[in-house]
């Protein structure tokens, strides 16, 4: 090895640096060596000029196609030039024949043998054969390789052997010179070489047609060539015999090949019928392969798509929809509620779909609403070319929605989650409305622009459903374009005005730029909000400053300035309104009253809110005058026994007044109207954030907490510890009726049911127990974020077991809510929900008074909650639906009454807030706060007000906006009312047959307790005469039938015993099966079934209603209260100074 290394020579002086610079190196006598990547011979760089290099070989391919196409040109001429009536040549310089006297029944070889040939003629196709067979010759020399007969035995060689070297031997012997060559078979060299041209400009431009393009351009090249050829055959043929010109020819093979058949123009020898023969079979070999290739082809290209034209991406604008499973609700709830805003009429919707689309897709998309504006794409948008064939980079906008059918909801996240990558890094400046499942994958996406997670906003919605009723329908009949088209049609009053009022919308203007609101610049929130709603029918609920977050109603403290946006509720928005005041004056002078809605529908779109306006200005029920001096006060009621008023809204509030009582007071002085036990357990709650959250991302939120967290063993339920010895929720004796929550799992969104519950505006008199009744046992980092709330149990069970329901306390629940459960995912669509329907039809059944929430997938499948197979109500709004579904309405099912009323909530209702937030992108932030998802300081919050007997002397909603604009600082938005509805005949009838029967199971004194417990809890049959009634009458047979002495036998008595049994009806069976289950458990029955089913009465919303509406006894008003924090001065003590005033605090939320 040291031998080596010392023959090792020094590094030659040209490649140091130091002799580069010096310039050394070029005394150096080295040679230089060049090395080629091809070889440098004469054969390779013809192959590298011919074959290899593209753009020299696209040339030269070119070139052969032009060859080819001007030897057939030259061979049309000849026909053209040949003239049937002289006799046809035969050899050069010999003289022509005459064969007008041979007999028809025999031909001759000679016209087919010989033909007339011009010597200009003879001299441009020898020209053109001598090209084409030197560069034949020299390709078939570049292209060997090793194998002779490889090359000599393709048919493109043999065409071009049989039409060039004949014209090549006519140089040598000029006899031959008027031989028939068959030169029309160049069309397929042309075919052949135009196929290759194309490979070659794919190559050179570096881009790749379609394989449609390619097998398109084979198709139309093959069906030319079919038809030269066999046009130049029959004619050349028929020299001998019909002498047909080349036109005449071609009107033969036109009709031959299109089955038409005319029978006028006929081959007449047997050479030209056996070609016409040859070249049908020919066709029907060839031509059937081709089109199943293009069939093939075309189906593919249909599931698969095609591209987004650039020309078409940079002229109009579209925005790109990514979905891992395109379903065909999702499909029309995202169209339709696109295309619903007139400005995006001329957007294209690009679908890219990682699988194919279903056969009801593709119908939808064959319509021509859609077919025009839809381009279903299938792709992935984890792909830089699927994504450059969607021009994402062009896109206004890139909605990225989950799959939430998916068994793995966590899954479905991170491919969203990665979708959202990959197109953020494709095109950077396209924004992102992003759709997420779990709350805990949400920072993943908070470069989006808007993002929605479904467990926050489902969780949230379904805890404000049972602290306000309706809550979810409320949310999204604001998050839906409804037209309020379906009222007028509408049989029932109030489908009429709860379709009217479901037309209403969040809308936004800048307050200098508004010809409604601008003349409230520098008064006060409230001020502008009830003279908005008096005047032109709007409710004015937010404002956002510039460069702030949006407040929901900031109080009467916030003066409005130029700059500020408004944001109100109505049914259009003020762009599309006039002020039309011919019709004022001509309803003044008539003296007609004004309804709130009357015609509402028929009135062209910019007279809506004009209209509006007017039933604001004439309340012929308050008594208000427009030509009042200050305009500022509704009139007094006529009812002098009431010497009540309301006091004016002020334009500029004096001060901002501390509340009635003190939220963040010391907590010891609310327990003077609580019980001892629950005084002593309030006294360890305070109001604060929550020490820890299960996910990152969530929104901190004032509630109320627990001073030291609660140990995990006191948070179950039904099992005892040694700090609580209780094992069931009767036990416990809470004061307030709980709220039960069924799921499967306690997922980290369950969070957010929680905590909207307990927040800090919630007085802690009216905080209910909340039991979550869990599958499955929570994991520990739910259980360390729950720990600090007051009042949240849970327990491991089932909605499927009765022994569960009854332990958890669903017999003296407030509410119920059922959440869809994540593995129910079927294999048949709509299936999902079927054992969530049959588990709350089964509730419904034991516990008829119960207030059931329940959460599905499908909104479709609404109509099976509370299901009567012959309800001619339910069959009445089943046919409501389908003409709605036939108008291509947004909210089919808005009719059903579990949905009206609250009672069914479905989380893809959300979708369409993602899509509003392309046209509003406020609406998520708006939505947030209503839901208490986000506290802004300063913003308020969603509350509920319950109108009694005591209010009822305000009567309307106007004078009721202006008592709560001037008291309390509230702005109502619209009311849930309950109406009864008198039951068919066949049900009373069959519900009395049934009463008639007694239990023989019940011992009298327990019916008697049971009846006791009736007449002591009468507020719900106080509401419902109907209900008292029929109560009193079943009491009455009862007690009539208690007196009776059962027979004097054992057989009579087992008789009789037999004959009841048979005669009670099905409500007792299910009564007395739940309360053996109570007494087997060791439960009281004791309040079990003391308020009875409410089948008779149906509920529904009227948002935004107009001022003339009339109050009803049990309306709740809902309303957005102004953030208590923000109206305590900051120099006041405490609460002590307060609350000097002796007042209830409950009297501070009624009127």
């Known amino acids: 090895m040291g031998e080596l290394e010392k023959e090792v020579l020094p590094l030659p002086p040209r490649y140091r640096f130091r002799d580069l610079l010096l310039g050394d190196w070029q005394a150096d006598e080295r040679v230089q060596v060049e090395f080629y990547v091809n070889e440098n011979t004469f054969k390779e760089r013809l192959k590298l000029f011919f074959i290899k290099n593209q753009r020299s070989s696209l040339r030269v391919r070119l070139f052969n196609f032009s060859l080819k196409l001007l030897s057939c040109f030259l061979y049309i001429i000849r026909v053209l030039l040949d003239d049937p009536q002289e006799g046809p040549g035969g050899c050069w310089g010999c003289p022509k024949l005459n064969l007008s006297a041979q007999p028809l029944a025999r031909f001759d070889w000679a016209p087919i043998v010989w033909v007339n040939r011009p010597l200009p003629l003879w001299g441009l196709q020898v020209l053109v054969a001598l090209i084409s067979f030197l560069e034949t010759m020299l390709l078939v020399y ?215 689309m279903d056969l009801a897709v593709r119908r939808v998309l064959q319509i021509p609403l859609w077919s025009q504006r839809v381009i279903f794409l ?57 759709q997420i499942l779990k709350p805990e994958n949400k920072f993943h996406v908070k470069f989006a622009e808007h993002v929605v997670c479904e467990e926050e906003f489902k969780f949230a919605m379904l805890a404000l459903n049972c602290v306000c009723p309706a809550t979810s329908t409320l949310v999204t009949l604001l998050v839906h374009t409804s037209r309020g088209q379906a009222g007028p049609a509408s049989p029932e009053q109030w489908q009429q005005m709860y379709s009217r009022c479901s037309a209403s919308e969040i809308h936004h203007v800048r307050l200098g730029d508004s010809k409604f609101l601008g003349q409230y610049e520098g008064k006060s929130f409230t001020y502008a909000s009830f003279h908005a709603h008096k005047k032109y029918g709007l409710c004015l609920i937010g404002v956002c400053q510039e460069d702030k977050n949006i407040l929901l109603n900031p109080g009467p403290c916030h003066i409005l300035a130029s700059s500020d946006t408004c944001f109100y509720i109505n049914i259009s928005k003020e762009e599309n309104s006039a002020f039309v005041l011919r019709q004022q004056e001509q309803r003044r002078q008539r003296r007609l009253p004004t309804t709130a809605y009357h015609g509402l529908t028929r009135l062209p779109v910019h007279s809506i809110i004009a209209s509006m306006g007017t039933v604001a200005m004439d309340l012929p029920e308050s008594g208000s005058s427009p030509d009042s001096a200050d305009g500022t006060t509704l009139g007094l009621p006529a009812d002098s026994e009431r010497p009540r008023s309301i006091a004016p809204v002020l334009e500029v509030a004096a001060a901002c007044r501390s509340p009635t009582f003190e939220l963040l007071s010391d907590p010891s002085e609310d327990e003077a109207g609580l019980s001892d036990d629950d005084a002593a357990t309030s006294g360890a709650w305070v109001k604060g954030y929550p020490p820890t959250s299960p996910y990152i991302g969530s929104s901190p939120t004032l509630c109320h907490l627990v001073r030291e967290k609660i140990p995990f063993c006191c948070l179950r339920l039904d099992k005892s510890c040694p700090h609580c010895p209780y094992e069931d929720a009767r036990a416990y004796r809470f004061q307030n009726k709980l709220l039960i929550l069924s799921a499967e799992r306690a997922g980290n969104g369950l969070y957010n049911f929680v905590a909207p519950l307990r927040a800090y505006y919630r007085p802690r008199q009216e905080l209910s127990p909340l039991v979550l009744l869990l599958e499955t046992a929570p994991e520990t980092h739910f259980l360390e974020a729950v720990r600090w709330f007051p009042l949240v149990y849970y327990m491991v069970g089932s909605i499927d077991s009765l022994d569960d329901l009854l332990r958890c306390g669903v017999s003296f629940a407030a509410s119920v809510v059922v959440v869809d459960k994540e593995s129910s995912i079927a294999q048949e669509d709509y299936m999902a929900d079927a054992k969530t329907i049959v588990n709350v039809q089964t509730l419904f059944r034991l516990f008829p008074g119960l207030n059931i929430i329940t959460e599905l997938t499908h909104p479709a499948n609404m109509r099976f909650m509370r299901f009567k197979a012959k309800d001619r109500g339910a069959l009445a709004l089943s046919k409501l639906e389908k003409k709605e579904r036939e108008k291509g309405s947004n909210l089919v099912f808005m009719f059903r009454l579990p949905f ?82 008198p039951a068919p005949s066949a049900e009373r009838q069959v519900s009395a047959s049934g009463e008639d029967c007694e239990d023989p199971l019940e011992p009298h004194d327990t019916l008697a307790c049971h009846l006791g417990h009736r007449d002591s809890v009468p507020g719900d049959q106080a509401e419902h005469p109907l209900l008292r009634r029929k109560s009193m009458q079943w009491a009455r047979r009862l007690s009539r039938k208690g007196g009776r002495l059962p027979s004097k036998t054992a057989a009579e008595r087992i008789s009789q015993q037999r004959l009841t049994l048979s005669r009670r009806s099905e409500h007792q069976e299910l009564s007395a099966l739940v309360k053996t289950r109570m007494k087997h458990l060791g439960l009281s029955a004791a309040g079990y079934m003391e308020v009875m089913d409410h089948d008779n009465t149906l509920s529904y919303i009227l948002l935004n209603p107009s001022p003339a509406t009339r109050l009803e006894l049990n309306d709740v008003v809902y309303l957005i209260r102004p953030d208590p924090l923000t109206l305590v001065s900051p120099g006041s003590p405490g609460r002590k100074a307060s609350v000097s005033r002796a007042e209830d605090p409950k009297d501070s939320t009624r009127l």
């Open 378 to 434: 299938q792709g992935s948008a984890l792909k830089d070319q699927d994504l450059m064939r969607a021009k994402m980079d062009d896109a206004e906008a890139c909605f990225i929605l989950s799959n939430r059918f998916e068994g793995d909801r966590g899954a479905a996240d991170h491919q969203t989650i990665l979708r959202a990558w990959a197109v953020k890094d494709f095109a950077p400046n396209c924004p992102l409305y992003v």
């Open 142 to 356: 570049l292209g060997y390789k090793g194998n002779l007969w490889e090359q000599v035995l393709r048919v493109p060689f043999m065409l071009e052997m049989m039409n060039t070297v004949p014209f090549l031997v006519t140089v040598f012997w000029p006899p031959l010179r008027n031989l028939f060559i068959p030169v029309f078979l160049n069309c397929w060299l042309a075919k052949h070489a135009l196929e290759n041209m194309i490979n070659d400009l794919h190559r050179a431009i570096q881009r790749t047609h379609s394989a449609m393009f390619n097998q398109v351009l084979i198709l139309v090249c093959t069906l030319v060539c079919l038809m030269f050829t066999c046009i130049c055959g029959i004619q050349h043929l028929e020299r001998a015999g019909n002498n047909l010109t080349f036109f005449d020819s071609l009107y033969f093979c036109i009709v031959t090949f299109s089955t038409v058949g005319f029978g006028d123009v006929t081959p007449r020898i047997w050479p030209s019928q056996l070609l016409v023969v040859i070249m049908i079979c020919v066709a029907l070999i060839v031509l059937p392969i081709q089109f199943e290739q293009l069939a093939f082809l075309w189906m593919e290209r249909q599931k698969s798509g095609g591209n987004y034209s650039r020309y078409r991406a940079q002229t109009e604008k579209h925005v790109v929809l990514c979905v891992s499973a395109l379903k065909i609700d999702l499909l029309m709830d995202f169209l339709n509620e696109f295309y619903a805003h007139p400005r995006l009429q001329d957007y294209y919707v690009v679908i890219l779909c990682p699988t194919e």
């Open 900 to 981: 009206a009323a609250g009672k069914v909530f479905s989380v893809s209702m959300l979708d369409t807030l993602l899509y509003q937030s392309f046209v509003k992108g406020y609406m998520i932030s708006i939505t947030r706060l209503l839901l208490g998802l986000d506290s802004t300081p300063g913003s308020g919050f969603l509350c509920v007000l319950k109108v009694t007997e005591d209010d009822l002397w305000i009567r309307s909603y106007g004078r009721l906006y202006q008592k709560l604009c001037s008291s309390t600082g509230d702005i109502p938005i619209g009311i849930y009312r309950t109406e009864s509805q």
